[in-house]
């Protein structure tokens, strides 16, 4: 009991604290002072009516969207003794992976800066900045030289590290045993079997209503879909982020979802805000960085290929830019196993007061990564909200997608899920693809790591993400591509190569995503 | 009003074997540390912290003197306290444990303290005040809330990512 309350205390002083420095303090200390000149506001009962005035105009609501907001993002505070890097990440053997994976890119990041002889920032000149800022809003038209740039890392380059993975307390033997995994992932972390996640996706199951199932053509819409519209209008309404979160497990009527994702968010768009992007965006305009190009070669090589997302290239570049200058995406890095790159202003090496960190965000693109930022350009078309959706997706969800963490979130959880899930309820399978050199994981790896981005069709892949947002958690992708090898199970049986499997598997832009997850789940005979 | 951390000395750990055998094969499930308390005056033991290297389960012996006449007796404070979940795998292998007095029957600790506890990290012993265990349950919660507060900086956003306006830069670092 003291325990607990203890904990309680803790919680409760680390949010006050967070949330002492946003607008939202702010805010409500100014709407508590304006408040007393309301005449129902008196002397005698100043808290209490200070308090009841807030639940009444709504502020209230605020506040508690907020504090949804932050237990929903940071980890409970851990035991008093715990340094901060237990909280990144509690065991050792994962943090020292994830500094060695760091230090390679660092590596592949220097070379590259001293083979192209080309600076990691440099200083605009003003000619180029004006050039830069009236070509702000058809960045795409650019067709700089990038050949000489390569990304830095490919998904398959980490999917590498992460099949070494060794936890050095676990003996695995040499010799195959009931011991070692049958799949590429080696460590023992905790993942969910199938009645588990029957139990947390309790939402999915086939008496419930869904989006992406009971709104098809056939079904009378007075069945389902109307009254989840209905409802999902009322949760708009109340503007409650907990209420939107429990909601959105059923999926969100296309009408609503932008609305619905930025309040489960909790993204509300300030002045303050966009006078924040416009200080992003002249930073970009001011210093030209070489993590820019990357961005560059990403954003052609990935979106702009793509069929659905083409249209967005120059969103994409507005937002992606930004985000390299945002200093407050640091602030995630301290529940991330990840840490910024560091630097130093040139001839100040080692001198702490001329540390800064590489990019300012502290995070080094990767290949395919414009593909996170690619779908919500269907939902947002203001450049400083979509900016903000995508930084609040990033800090939630996208980073642990490629940083080495034993998080049920983290992709090393996800990919262990993935072969378990296959392992335990398509053994045949499973053993088929083993047998003919095509291990499962090397072709859904890329597909979780983009969160399925690139791969489905867009509309499938907003309900996808619904599903992100409505249970905080991405184990629904490692279930989702257990469930797409489920689903092309007859045809991989009949494979005899990688290549054949890879091609069984090469288009998922049909695959209806609500079906094949809740076939898998709840009507799958285990 | 404080609470002190007791000089204990932390014994290294002990196997328990069947039979007079050393065999470098057979992988004993239980070990034992032995911690012994140099100083002299009885105390009241309030916390015990430690953090965890896979041990999924901990047990707790005390050897108690009651008095100076009779011999000092073994007395199991905590049996099979669960560290891991599913020993399995990775859950709780690697936590920081906090061990209350509250957790086991009340007893006031003798100079010598010994126990089987199979944990591999050095414990950090605390004594506690002549009050009832809530109130130092309470001092506890007051003096995190402080040091939380003190120690970590306003939230605020910073903005800048710059030094003086300059942002010129060397190649990255690997530190």
Sequence with gaps: ?526 | MSRVLVPCHVKGTVALQVGDVRTSQGRPGVLVIDVTFPSVAPFELQEITFKNYYTAFLSIRVRQHTSAHTPAKWVTCLRDYCLMPDPHSEEGAQEYVSLFKHQSPSMTFPKWLSHPVPCEQPALLCEGLPDPSRVSSEVQQMWALTEMIRASHTSARIGRFDVDGCYDLNLLSYT
Excluded at chain 1, 161 to 171: K, M, S, W
């Design chain 1, 1 to 526: 009991m003291l325990q607990e309350e203890s904990d309680l205390s803790l919680i409760i002083a680390q949010i006050v604290q967070k949330l002492k420095g946003s607008n939202l303090y702010s805010q409500l200390e100014r709407q508590a002072w304006a408040s007393l000149q309301r005449p129902e506001i008196k002397l005698e009962s100043l808290k209490e009516d200070i308090k009841e005035f807030f639940k009444i105009s709504g502020w209230e609501k605020k506040l508690q969207n907020a504090v949804y907001s932050e237990l929903s993002v940071f980890p409970l505070p851990s035991h008093p003794a715990a340094p901060p890097e237990h909280l990144k990440e509690p065991l050792v053997y994962m943090r020292k992976a994830q500094g060695n994976w760091e230090k390679r890119i660092l590596k592949s990041l220097n070379s590259m800066c001293t083979e192209l002889s080309i600076p990691l920032a440099r200083k605009r000149p003003v000619g180029e900045q004006k050039e830069l800022l009236n070509k702000w809003n058809e960045m795409g038209t650019d067709e700089p030289d990038l050949s000489l740039f390569r990304p830095v890392y490919a998904p398959k380059d980490f999917l590498e590290v992460l099949i070494n993975l060794r936890n050095p307390n676990y003996e695995n033997g040499d010799s195959l045993s009931f011991r070692t995994h049958l799949g590429l992932i080696q460590v023992p972390l905790k993942v969910k079997d199938i009645p588990e996640l029957k139990e947390c996706f309790v939402e999915l199951g086939l008496n419930t209503g869904q989006l992406g199932i009971d709104d098809s053509t056939q079904v009378p819409p007075e069945l389902f879909e109307n009254e989840h519209v209905r409802i999902g209008q009322k949760v708009l309404a109340e503007q409650d982020s907990a209420a939107a979160q429990q909601y959105i497990r059923q999926g969100s009527p296309t009408a609503l979802r932008a609305e619905l994702w930025a309040l489960i968010l909790n993204i509300s768009s300030e002045p303050e805000d966009v006078l924040y992007y416009e200080q992003l965006k002249t930073n970009v305009i001011q210093h030209d960085l070489l993590v820019d190009s990357l961005i560059y070669k990403d954003v052609k090589l990935t979106a702009s290929n793509d069929d659905y997302y083409f249209v967005f290239e120059d969103y994409l570049y507005q937002v992606l830019l930004c985000f390299s200058r945002d200093t407050s995406v640091l602030s995630h890095f301290a529940y991330n196993s990840a840490s910024p790159p560091k630097s130093y202003i040139r001839g100040k090496l080692g001198l702490e007061e001329y540390a800064v960190f590489y990019p300012p965000n502290g995070v080094i693109p990767f290949h395919g990564f414009s593909m996170y930022v690619a779908p919500l350009c269907f939902l947002y078309h203001e450049p400083s909200k979509l900016y903000q959706i995508f930084r609040e997706m990033y800090v939630r969800f996208f980073f642990r997608l490629h940083s080495i963490s034993s998080h049920p979130s983290g992709i090393v959880s996800l990919c262990l899920l993935f072969e378990t899930l296959l392992q335990t309820y398509l053994p045949q399978l499973f053993y088929h693809l083993r047998e003919i050199g095509a291990q499962p994981l090397r072709i859904s790896f890329k597909w979780m790591v983009r969160a399925f981005s690139g791969y489905l069709a867009t509309d499938q892949l907003l309900l996808l993400w619904d599903r992100i947002l409505g249970y905080n958690s991405l184990e629904i992708l490692a279930v989702l591509a257990a469930a797409v090898f489920a689903f092309r199970a007859v045809n991989l049986m009949e494979v005899t190569s990688l290549a054949a499997a890879e091609a069984v598997l090469a288009d998922l832009s049909t695959l209806k995503v609500m079906p094949l997850l809740q076939i898998f789940l709840f009507a799958t005979v285990t």
